[in-house]
């Protein structure tokens, strides 16, 4: 086999067999996703405008990098990955101005769940440090995921492992809007099973993934510490709601008094 064609196989060799094709329904599943509360009016403050336009950066990264391995484009895929390296910090220090903008906005009076959603006698603190458990979850993902892509960079099974893990960090909040929108169009009640939806099939794509990694005798280290992150995640945001010491913690991180 040539180096050539040695490259272009590394993608279906390392991820499962049309990964690429899948991740462009990250494209129409952000946009009908976001479509109600953003793209169809284009109102927003503007931290969340800079938010949505690094977004959007994102997704066209996370897309066209397995695809440029897969042409041969390697000098590109390696121009791209550099660019992230100032456009991830910049979506990390952004969202979190976009964290303290939602936590700002709770405290402040803002209603974003109805009264029988919190527990008997929560306070402003408290419904406000609830709403951003899910965005801290994402964030932290997102951090964990790409940092250890680049720390393992020149290792191809565990850096393509991880980098698809932090691509699919778009999947959440999107893919979890646009079940909620189903749910109402349809008058269904957005139950445990939709508000999962997102968390169980990230979990089922990298237990397949074990299993393909593992019949084909590749290491399965990177897709394990993909599925105890994921875990370690999904059990915050069912654990930190409502919880004195993240009630403390997101006021010392995002209250302005």
């Known amino acids: 086999m040539s180096k050539q064609k040695a490259r272009q196989g590394i993608i279906d060799k390392v991820l499962l067999p049309n990964t690429t094709w899948v991740l462009l329904l990250l494209i129409p599943i952000t946009f009908f996703g976001f479509y109600p509360s953003y793209y169809s009016t284009f109102k927003a403050p503007f931290i969340i405008h800079i938010h949505g336009a690094l977004m959007v950066l994102w997704l066209a990264t996370a897309i066209i990098q397995p695809w440029l391995i897969k042409a041969n484009k390697i000098e590109w895929h390696k121009r791209i990955g550099r ?6 910090p910049a979506i990390l220090l952004v969202g979190y101005f976009v964290l303290r903008h939602g936590y700002m906005r709770v405290l402040g009076g803002n209603v974003v769940a109805p009264a029988e959603y919190y527990p008997e ?9 609830d709403f951003v458990v899910i965005g801290s979850v994402y964030f ?24 698809l893990a932090a691509a699919l960090t ?8 646009l079940i909620g929108h189903i749910c109402d169009a349809l008058g269904w009640k957005f139950n445990a099973v939709a508000e999962n939806f997102t968390y169980g099939f990230v979990f089922l ?8 990694h593992h019949t084909r005798k590749l290491p399965l280290w990177p897709t394990i510490t993909v599925l105890a992150v994921h875990l370690a995640g999904v059990t915050l945001y069912y654990t930190l709601p409502f919880h004195p010491v993240w009630d403390r913690l997101t006021a010392l991180l ?3 008094t």
């Open 254 to 256: 995002f209250s302005s």
């Open 121 to 129: 006698g929560a306070d402003a603190m408290t419904k406000a440090a």
């Open 83 to 88: 660019f992230s390296y100032a456009l991830v």
């Open 140 to 163: 932290i993902w997102l951090l964990v995921y790409y940092v250890l892509g680049i720390v393992f960079r020149k290792k191809t099974y565990a850096h393509a492992i991880f980098m």
């Open 205 to 212: 794509m990298f237990s397949a993934l074990l299993i393909f």
């Open 170 to 177: 778009i999947l959440g909040p999107a893919g979890d809007r």
